[in-house]
């Protein structure tokens, strides 16, 4: 097989790619490891900032987004028993969508069908070769037949765990990392959402946020143990410590329901440098990682492809290098600045194991700060709806 980029992963990043290039007429064939129900099922980001959105909407794939998706003009943020909204339009102009990352992934996947563009599903042992020459090529397996795909580039869009970081050599790649001492129980439920926008907790027993994915279907978490067990969490224990995290209010016209799905996630900020390794380059949570409180782990995944999609445009149309010179350096200043906005956000809003007296008093003055002060509140603003591209 031949094309002119390999794209490891069908989540966001790879499918997002796959349709920017092929929007500039640059053909490209997608490698996932698993089968395409499985990838669809993963119940993951919710948030869309504007600049995702637009992204979406140029490629043809947010016809369903504007119909069904939500927009949210502000967050509140909830701390010493009340609740303080911050208006993210009235600070940036801007707003973001809550809209599934599983919709925007069959969005994808349809728009990608409809193209007739290649994806093999279930392929097996992927590994990306040569990519310190001009001939870069991948290997899989399918069904245990061998195969090879020949390319002039090939993106890693493979999330954390994927081939294409590990295949770099060691020396090549510096890595920075921060584990969080805690994670998020997370559940989805088949209920109204507790109030028409997101809330951001912040309490004495630790974080909760409360969000959703549609006026019928909430997302809440809670901040717990990294030793904690979803066994050890039954659905009536669940809403019972949600309901210890609210105020007041939020806590008595919570609607409760059956779990759909339930699981817990570590937190952690992780970031891989350079994102650019001779003909292959790293997109989305394949180069970085940052915890789900500032919403921002599919939108970098989002601003990477652009950056990669126009970098691989200017080197076919204009026969032009420099994109591709500039992609890791481009996309890395943005992601630092993600990176720090959710190492904030997480810092402000969580328990650890030293909050206590001082800690505590900081996070309330910095909250007290915000929602008393226009300056601070637009800079969160700005950095929540997403900075410029
Ligand atoms: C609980 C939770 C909540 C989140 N909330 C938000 C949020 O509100 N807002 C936000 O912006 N982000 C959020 N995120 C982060 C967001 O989900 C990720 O940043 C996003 O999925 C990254 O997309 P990606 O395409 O880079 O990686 P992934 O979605 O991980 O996709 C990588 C793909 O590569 C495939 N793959 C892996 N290894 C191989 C291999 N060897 N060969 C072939 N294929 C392979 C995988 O199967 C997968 O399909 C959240 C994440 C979690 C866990």
């Known amino acids: 097989m031949r094309t002119k980029v390999a794209i490891i992963g069908a989540g966001p990043a790879g499918l ?26 993963r119940i993951r980001a919710g948030v869309l900032e504007q600049g995702t959105v637009d992204l979406l909407d140029r490629v043809g794939v947010a016809a369903r987004l504007h119909r069904e998706g939500l927009i949210h003009d502000g967050i509140e943020l909830a701390f010493a028993g009340s609740r303080h909204r911050i208006d993210l339009k009235e600070a940036t102009g801007k707003s973001v969508t809550i809209y599934g990352q599983t919709e925007v992934t069959r969005d994808l996947m349809d728009a990608r069908d409809g193209c007739g563009l290649v994806t093999v599903y279930e392929a097996d042992q992927v590994k990306p070769h040569d990519f310190d020459s001009d001939h870069p ?6 069904n245990g037949v061998g195969h090879e795909a020949e390319c002039d580039f090939i993106a890693g869009c493979d999330g954390s765990h994927g081939i294409s970081r590990a295949s770099v050599k060691p020396s090549a790649i510096e890595t920075f990392e921060r584990i969080y001492p805690f994670g998020w129980l997370g559940i989805l439920s088949e209920t109204p959402p507790v109030s028409p926008e997101l809330i951001y907790s912040n309490h004495a027993r630790g974080f909760a946020l409360c ?16 030793d904690d067990h979803i066994d050890q969490w039954p659905d009536g224990r669940f809403w019972d410590e949600l309901k210890r995290r ?29 994102m650019r390794f001779g003909r292959m380059f790293l997109a989305g949570d394949a180069a970085h990682i940052v915890p789900p409180t500032g919403a921002k782990g599919l939108n970098l995944a989002a601003s990477d492809v652009h950056y990669l999609a126009q970098a691989l445009r200017e080197y076919y149309d204009e026969k032009s290098s420099a994109g591709i010179d500039h992609y890791s350096e481009k996309a890395l200043s943005r992601v630092w600045k993600a990176v720090r906005f959710s190492w904030w956000m997480t810092a402000m809003m969580h328990r650890f194991p030293d909050t206590e007296g001082f800690g505590a008093r900081i996070q309330l003055a910095e909250l007290n700060y915000l929602v008393n002060s226009k300056a601070a509140a637009a800079s969160l603003s700005e950095n929540y709806v997403g900075l410029p591209y």
């Open 16 to 41: 997002l790619l796959g349709q920017l290039l092929h929007a500039c007429g640059i053909d490209n064939i997608i490698l996932e490891r698993r089968d395409r129900g499985y990838v669809l099922a």
């Open 211 to 226: 969000t959703m994915r549609s006026m019928r279907r909430s997302r809440y978490y809670v901040q717990c143990s990294l």
């Open 137 to 142: 090529r991948v290997s899989y397996t399918r």
């Open 246 to 274: 609210l105020d007041q209010e939020a806590a008595d016209s919570l609607v409760t329901g059956p779990s759909i799905e339930k699981s817990i996630a570590p937190l952690r900020s992780f970031v891989a440098e350079p």
